[in-house]
């Protein structure tokens, strides 16, 4: 593959383009997309973002999330044909095809240049340019720095300001993460002289809560949370009757792995959420304590050293025997600070 500064000459001249994203789309995801997608718009070109799945209500105020297309609708035939006929597919905060599900195929089979722009570990050699690199904090810090590259600061609108501001802002954990470098913070601070409005970035991710969400969070800290000292660990468990319970919305159990990561000594906190047929597992540590590592040796996952996903298709019951058996020795195998 090529740089995706060889891309830019490419980009002079009008072409339809396409930018899709992972399953089950964050902040950043969605948010890298459509700062992108305002930039490639206001350039001339014919814009669509499709997403795999559908996405949390809390990032559904962006800037263009009205346009946005999501797969396994009504529009399938169409977004398929949108794939086969597009010039230039722009992948998004993801680094292997089978991120994005339902579409894996048809981007893969799409005679359009395929274009990276990613952070996470281990990019498959799916595409034809890339703008990688696993220091930045998040995809839609790469994204700033290739509107720069293209067009520079006066292409940057209050509108992809705080589509990229809310990437940055999630996938730093509001700046709080390790991967919060002085580079973040200048990026940050030349977003807000651009038009971000941080308040209300901050206020539409954090600050709104359904009733039902907030007794699901009480009830989950009371109920399902389990910490062994012993093991410097914490987890919960979350069953479809529990979800059903709270009638939980899509992104409802969102952050609350973080609550078991703050408990004092905890290193390694896990939130295992049963769904039909598999068991969806996120993980977060502190520290030097690799859970990128642990999620692909053992739930088909993967990630960042300290926030990753994985899969069981064991019952819920069996999962969570699975990860307790599995965490026995989990501070000597995945705390070495070899790691990456």
């Not at 899509?250 to 290193?267: C, R």
């Given at each position: 593959m090529k740089p995706i500064t060889d891309l830019i000459p490419i980009l002079e001249d009008f072409h339809k383009i396409i930018i899709t994203t992972h399953a089950s789309p964050d902040a950043d995801a969605l948010g890298s997309s459509l700062g992108l997608f305002h930039f490639l718009k206001a350039r001339g070109h014919e814009v669509q973002v499709i997403t795999p799945t559908d996405y949390p209500n809390f990032i559904s105020w962006l800037p263009g999330n009205d346009q946005v297309l999501e797969f396994n609708s009504a529009d399938d035939d169409l977004i398929l044909e949108m794939i086969q006929s597009c010039a230039l597919i722009f992948c998004l905060d993801f680094s292997g095809l089978n991120r994005i599900k339902g579409l894996a195929e048809a981007v893969a089979s799409s005679p359009a240049l395929k274009v990276m722009i990613d952070h996470h570990l281990d990019p498959e050699d799916f595409d034809d340019y890339r703008l990688w690199d696993t220091s930045a904090a998040a995809t839609a810090e790469l994204i700033y720095d290739f509107i720069l590259s293209v067009d520079g600061k006066k292409a940057i609108t209050a509108d992809i300001a705080n589509c990229l501001y809310a990437g940055i802002m999630t996938d730093t954990g509001s700046f709080r993460h390790a991967n919060t470098t002085s580079k973040v913070h200048r990026s940050v601070a030349e977003l807000i002289d651009l038009g971000a409005n941080i308040n209300q970035v901050s206020r539409s991710i954090y600050d709104t809560n359904t009733i039902n969400r907030l007794r699901f969070i009480g009830f989950s800290l009371l109920e399902k949370l389990i910490v062994d000292q012993k093991k410097n660990i914490?987890?919960?468990?979350?069953?479809?009757?529990?979800?059903?319970?709270?009638?939980?919305?899509?992104?409802?159990?969102?952050?609350?792995?973080?609550?078991?990561?703050?408990?004092?000594?905890?290193?390694?906190?896990?939130?295992?959420?049963?769904?039909?047929?598999?068991?969806?597992?996120?993980?977060?540590?502190?520290?030097?304590?690799?859970?990128?590592?642990?999620?692909?040796?053992?739930?088909?996952?993967?990630?960042?050293?300290?926030?990753?996903?994985?899969?069981?298709?064991?019952?819920?019951?069996?999962?969570?025997?699975?990860?307790?058996?599995?965490?026995?020795?989990?501070?000597?195998?995945?705390?070495?600070?070899?790691?990456?």
């Open positions: 914490a987890y919960f468990s979350i069953s479809e009757k529990d979800i059903q319970q709270f009638d939980l919305e899509k992104g409802d159990t969102e952050g609350l792995v973080n609550y078991a990561l703050s408990i004092k000594g905890i290193v390694m906190a896990t939130i295992m959420k049963e769904g039909p047929g598999e068991v969806k597992l996120s993980f977060r540590s502190a520290g030097n304590f690799a859970v990128n590592k642990f999620a692909s040796d053992h739930f088909e996952g993967g990630g960042h050293k300290n926030a990753s996903g994985g899969i069981s298709y064991l019952s819920l019951e069996d999962t969570v025997e699975k990860f307790e058996f599995l965490t026995l020795d989990f501070k000597e195998k995945y705390g070495s600070t070899q790691i990456s």
